[in-house]
């Protein structure tokens, strides 16, 4: 079986981590984006 997380579960915990540090979230997804 695949383990599949939900969107809502991942979206959750982005938002959690990016109200902790929203500078460094930003700059690493603009560069993963940008890659």
Known sequence: ???V???PVE???S???FQK???IDLLV???LTFL
């Open 5 to 7: 997380t939900p969107a």
């Open 29 to 31: 997804w603009q560069g």
């Open 15 to 17: 938002r959690i981590h």
């Open 1 to 3: 079986m695949k383990r």
């Open 11 to 13: 979206w959750t915990v």
């Open 21 to 23: 540090k929203p500078k």
